[in-house]
């Protein structure tokens, strides 16, 4: 089954002819994920790597039966991409767009409370990927290799190094999301956790995080509350002082509950194993004797 | 990006908040010129992107020159001074402050309001589509002990600070400090406005404002398109194409037997061609003794990543230790060609031994020289 993606899933591109859009279309394609239609709006009718273009959403769900979208794009056309994917009751959208303007996402996310239907991966998330099934996004899939481990990451760079590295010690995965880089996110870490819990595909979760925000705590109360699979933390940002942003938007000491030090005590009390390094998680991985294929 | 307080008080008084006009002075002539024309004394206040306010009260206009040469050669709180705003003296019975900021790591947006003198402060959530509601407002000015008969104007200077926070795509809109004035008025006496950059696209007004010399100064910048430095107290430079693996990679200099510390840690986006690693290692501060190179190559090949990095023409002119490591696709050749390469970095596979060689490079650098 893996999370958030199953057979019934039916991918639309949104910016499927912009460059971004039309090289991952072909990326995701090649990986076996099921895409059926691309919208760029003015743009209908056209074609992309056999995939039909609409000029909206609902022209191309009502001609393909697409239920969930990705979206490349500027920021601007991103916002305005995300509102049509909820109003038009898309099940999941996955934003791969970065740097959406604050005031924007506060809207965005508060308008999505009010649409429940819709599941908001991102912004600033490089994709979903099941592997071999589905690659949803921007994730180079030479990195992951089939098995029971789920991924969770706000940060796309060490995720893709930290699979490679499992893949490698025999440590395929189940499902790996990026949350997204952006301060506000449409799903968080907690609620992957949750999805992760009820997977009977994933044994074990790898929750990677960074400095900065409240995520990775909120991830640590859910763990102590429902999560009973084991969890291995590994976060960056322990050597970023306050008030100093580490790239991306949201990685940045504000309060002393935002260090990576605060943020591990909390996984460590909520009963989360913390790796120190990449090779430190395989190695747990290994200790919990759960997860591996081999 | 980050607004000074004249350009902020510049559009605060478009919106209508309450601010004094002052006349702005690059040179210490120019301080004086400008306090001639007020009425003594004046207040000389020293414009830098830090979080504080630095000013001096001066009796004469020679006074006023002499503060400002002294103002313009130093820096407060590492920023150098480039220009002075000089502002008429006003009689103040109280001061407060009043911020409406995003709560990065709650997600939320929140109006303060504080006396400065007793460090008392209260706040309240605001709701990005509905913004300061007067009862709000009144919360605060009772919070704060504010007289009850200035609490309309209280109100009107929170939702247009408010107005200004929408307007200009700020993260943060403060009024710093609020003052009573003796003869009960409040007024923006001085203040701040964050722009978050993600907006500047809709914001071609205030892009224009960016005071590029004093961006230097930022802890945090964008030094070159896809190019993003992060400044820490440390002289290791850590450049890798991603922001977390930047972060994994200066976070791993602690592991080392003689822990390094990480100085310049910066962020390529995007495939790490020439220009940007060109424009990263030209960014380096002048403290930096050794530069790691950690590049995950996910969409782009290792071996076309060590081929740019040799056409680095900054590379002939390092004069510190330069050690990369390359991962992902295609690693192996690329880390084998790079290694018969004219010695001018070393080349290795893993984050550790990369960590370990430039440790051992630096300290053995050390007993050599001395």
Redesign the interface.
Same mark, same amino acid.
């Given at each position: 089954m893996a999370i958030l993606i199953n057979h019934d899933t039916e991918f639309l591109v949104q910016g499927i002819t912009e460059q971004a859009g039309s090289f991952h279309t072909a990326q995701m394609l090649a990986y076996g994920t099921s895409i059926v239609a691309g919208v760029t709006p003015e743009m209908g009718g056209a074609w992309e790597h056999g995939i039909p273009v609409f000029d909206n959403i609902r022209t191309a769900t009502e001609a393909t039966g697409a239920n969930s979208s990705i979206i490349f794009g500027?920021?601007?056309s991103a916002v305005d991409a995300i509102y049509e994917a909820v109003d038009e009751g898309l099940r999941l959208v996955i934003c791969v767009t970065d740097?959406? =303007? *604050?005031?924007?996402s506060?809207?965005l996310?508060?308008y999505l409370d009010r649409h429940p239907r819709t599941r908001l991966i991102g912004p600033g998330s490089p994709g979903v990927l099941v592997p071999g099934r589905a690659n949803a996004g921007?994730v =180079?899939g %030479?990195?992951a290799s089939e098995g029971k481990v789920g991924v969770v990451?706000?940060? &796309?760079?060490?995720?893709?190094?930290g699979m490679?590295l499992m893949s490698a010690a025999g440590f395929g995965q189940s499902t790996f999301v990026g949350v997204g880089?952006d301060?506000?996110v449409g799903t968080s870490y907690a609620e992957v956790l949750a999805l992760f819990e009820e997977d009977p595909e994933t044994s074990c979760i790898i929750l990677?995080g960074?400095?900065?925000?409240?995520a990775e705590i909120e991830a640590a109360a859910q763990i102590s509350i429902r999560i009973t699979k084991p969890v291995i933390a590994f976060l960056?940002?322990?050597?970023?002082?306050p %008030?100093?942003?580490?790239?991306? &938007?949201? &990685?940045?000491i504000? *309060?002393p509950?935002?260090t990576v030090e605060a943020k591990e005590a909390a996984l460590k009390s909520a009963g989360a194993l913390i790796a120190?390094?990449?090779?430190d998680v395989v190695s747990l991985l290994h200790a919990t004797g759960h997860a591996s294929d081999q | 990006m980050r607004l000074h307080e004249y350009h902020t008080k510049t559009l605060f008084a478009r919106s209508g908040i309450p601010v004094l006009s002052g006349e702005l002075a690059g040179t210490p002539g120019e301080a004086r010129a400008a306090a001639e024309r007020f009425r003594m004394p004046v207040v000389v206040n020293a414009q830098v992107l830090a979080d504080e306010r630095v000013f001096r009260v001066a009796q004469t206009p020679l006074f006023v020159e002499q503060i400002a040469a002294e103002m313009l050669t130093t820096q407060i709180a590492g920023y150098r001074v480039h220009q002075l705003l000089i502002e008429p003296m006003i009689d103040v019975t109280r001061e407060f402050a009043l911020v409406i900021e995003f709560d990065q790591s709650r997600g939320r947006v929140e109006i303060a309001a504080s006396t400065l003198t007793s460090k008392r402060t209260c706040s309240e959530l605001l709701d990005p589509f509905i913004g300061v509601q007067a009862y709000k407002s009144r919360y605060l000015a009772s919070g704060i002990d504010l007289p009850s008969e200035l609490w309309s104007d209280f109100v009107a200077i929170t939702q247009k600070l408010f107005q200004c926070y929408v307007d200009y795509d700020a993260t943060r809109a403060s009024i710093l400090p609020l003052a009573l004035t003796r003869a009960g008025n409040l007024i923006a006496l001085g203040g701040k406005l964050d722009i978050d950059d993600s907006a500047l696209f809709r914001q071609a007004e205030i892009a224009a404002l960016r005071d590029v010399l004093a961006e230097n100064d930022l802890p945090s910048r964008q030094v070159a398109e896809n190019v993003r430095l992060s400044r820490l107290p440390g002289d290791i430079a850590c450049i890798a194409n991603g922001a977390g693996l930047a972060m994994m990679t200066a976070d791993s200099l602690a592991n080392a037997q003689r822990a390094l510390s990480p100085g310049a840690v910066i962020e390529i986006t995007g495939e790490p061609s020439v220009e940007r690693l060109q424009a990263a290692l030209q960014s380096l501060p002048s403290n930096t003794r050794g530069v790691i190179i950690n590049l995950f190559c996910d969409r782009f090949s290792a071996s076309d990543a060590a081929k740019s990095l040799m056409g680095l023409l900054v590379l002939d002119s390092l004069s510190v230790p330069l050690v990369v490591r390359l991962a992902g696709q295609d690693a192996e050749r690329a880390h084998e060609w790079l290694s018969a390469q004219p010695a001018t970095l070393y080349s290795v596979t893993s984050l550790a031994h990369a960590v370990e060689l430039l440790s051992h490079s630096l300290s053995d650098e050390t007993s050599w020289q001395s």
């Open positions: 500027d920021g601007p740097g959406i =303007p *604050t005031q924007d506060l809207k996310k508060s921007i =180079p %030479f990195v990451s706000r940060s &796309a760079s060490v995720a893709y190094e490679a880089s301060a506000i990677m960074e400095v900065g925000g409240a960056v940002g322990r050597s970023a002082i %008030f100093v942003r580490m790239g991306h &938007a949201g &990685a940045i504000t *309060t509950d935002t120190h390094s990449l090779e | -």
